[in-house]
C-alpha cells in the first residue's frame, strides 16, 4: 500500500469480494475504494482511495485495467455505470452507461458482459460500443458464470430452469483486427433443459468452461454438466434440508468442487470417477459389496438416461465456518491441499484439507 494512502481515511464496510481469474488475487470494493489482496499470503497488493463506495471490481487477465462499479450508500459512481479504471495512469479511463443498475460484470481481452436484472449487455472492450444485448428472465441477484481462461469465451446464465450456455467463437480468434472494429457479434445460446426442478441459484463454470455446477434455490443437490454435449455427469447431495448457496467453484484440475451455503458450512465433493477395474470389481462382488463400497464415497449408484451410472455423492470434506455471511470459496492452480473462503463481511478464511481429519483453519483474519 502507497505511503500516502495508509495516512488517509481507512475502509469501514466491505461491499464486494470476489476472485481474479486465475484466483491468486482477491479484490475487495469498500466504502471508500477498492483493494487487490493476494491469496495466500494475504499481502495487501494494491489500495485506492477514491472517496466513495465501490460495489462492483473486476480485473482484466494479470492487467491494470479494472472495471468499477459504485455501490454502497455514497457510491463513488452511479450505480448503472461501468468506469474502465487504468491503475497506470491512476485515472478513470472509459466508462459504459446502463438503463438500469449493473448487478454484476465480467471483462476479457476482447469483451465486457454486463449483468443487469433482465438483460445483459455485451460490449466491445475495443471501443466501447454494444454489440449483443440479451433480455433475460428476472435476475436480481446477477446469476452467471464465465470461464476464466483468457484463451476461451464461454457464459452461463440461468432462464426458466434451464441454463443458456454461449459460446463466443469470434472472440477466440487471435491477432484478429476486425475484433477491434465489430459491430455485431453473431452468436447462438444452447439450452441444458429442466436442469433442475426449481429455480436456478448458482452457477459456475471451470477455468477452461467444459464443465458447468450448478444449484437450485433447494440448494440440496449439486449438478454438473458437459457444457459441450450439455449432459449431466455427477450429481452430488449437499444435504436432505434446504440451504442457499453462496458459491461453487472447480479446482483448476477439474478434480473438486467446493461449496459454501448459509448453513455455515463448506462442502468439497471429489470429481474423480471410479476406475473401470474398481467398478467390475464392485459388480462382482454382489449387491452389498457393491452398496458398501460405494457408501465409501458417500453415496449409492443409480441408473439415468443412455445407460451412464452415477450416484448422489456426499460430500468429499466437510467443515464448519465460523460465519454465515455470503462467503465464496476458490483453490489456487496446482494446489488441491487448501482451500480459501472470503465473506462480504470481511472475513477470510485459508483451510488445509490434508489427511483423515476434518479440515483445518490455518488462516484466519479480517479484510478492514
Not at 487477465?61 to 454502497?72: E, K, R
Not at 468429499?316 to 465460523?322: G, N
Not at 470459496?329 to 480459501?340: E, G, K, M, P, R
Amino acid at each position: 500500500m502507497e505511503e500516502e494512502n495508509k495516512n488517509m481515511a481507512r475502509p469501514k464496510i466491505v461491499y464486494y469480494v470476489g476472485f481474479n481469474f486465475d484466483s491468486e488475487y482477491f479484490t475487495v470494493g469498500t466504502d471508500i475504494g477498492f483493494q487487490i489482496i493476494k491469496t495466500n499470503s494475504f499481502d495487501i497488493i494494491l489500495s485506492r482511495i477514491l472517496n466513495g463506495g465501490i460495489g462492483l471490481v473486476k480485473i482484466l487477465d494479470q492487467t491494470n485495467i479494472f472495471c468499477l462499479v459504485g455501490g454502497g450508500k455514497y457510491p463513488r459512481f452511479s450505480p448503472n455505470k461501468l468506469m474502465i479504471w487504468n491503475d497506470n495512469k491512476n485515472d478513470i479511463t472509459n466508462e459504459f452507461r446502463c438503463n438500469s443498475f449493473i448487478i454484476n460484470c465480467y471483462i476479457k481481452k476482447n469483451c465486457i458482459i454486463i449483468i443487469c436484472q433482465d438483460m445483459i449487455t455485451i460490449i466491445n472492450l475495443k471501443n466501447m460500443k454494444i454489440i449483443y444485448n440479451i433480455n433475460t428472465i428476472n435476475n436480481p441477484t446477477g446469476i452467471s458464470s464465465i470461464s476464466n481462461s483468457p484463451k476461451k469465451y464461454i457464459f452461463a446464465f440461468p432462464e426458466k430452469g434451464n441454463i443458456s450456455l454461449i459460446f463466443f467463437n469470434e472472440f477466440e480468434k487471435e491477432n484478429n483486427e476486425e475484433l477491434k472494429k465489430m459491430k455485431k457479434l453473431e452468436i447462438s445460446i444452447n439450452l441444458i433443459k429442466n436442469a433442475h426442478k426449481g429455480n436456478i441459484n448458482t452457477l459456475c463454470l471451470n477455468y477452461d468452461g467444459s464443465k458447468l455446477a450448478s444449484a437450485s434455490e433447494r440448494g440440496t443437490l449439486v449438478r454438473v454438466f458437459n457444457t459441450k454435449d450439455r449432459n449431466l455427469i455427477f450429481e452430488f447431495r449437499r444435504g436432505n434440508t434446504d440451504a442457499y448457496i453462496y458459491s461453487l467453484n472447480f479446482s483448476f484440475d477439474d478434480s473438486l468442487l467446493g461449496l459454501t451455503s448459509d448453513h455455515g458450512t463448506c462442502h468439497i465433493f471429489s470429481l474423480k470417477k471410479t476406475s473401470t477395474n474398481e467398478k467390475n470389481k464392485s459388480k462382482n462382488s454382489g449387491y452389498m459389496s457393491y452398496l458398501s463400497n460405494n457408501l465409501s464415497f458417500g453415496g449409492v449408484g443409480k441408473k439415468i438416461s443412455n445407460a451412464l451410472s452415477f450416484g448422489q455423492e456426499l460430500s468429499w470434506k466437510k467443515f464448519d465456518i465460523p460465519h454465515r455471511e455470503r462467503s465464496f470459496i476458490s483453490f489456487l492452480a496446482n494446489d488441491n491441499n487448501n482451500v480459501y473462503v472470503i465473506d462480504k463481511s470481511g472475513n477470510y478464511l485459508s483451510i488445509n484439507l490434508t489427511g483423515e481429519q476434518e479440515p483445518k483453519i490455518i488462516k484466519k483474519k479480517k479484510i478492514i
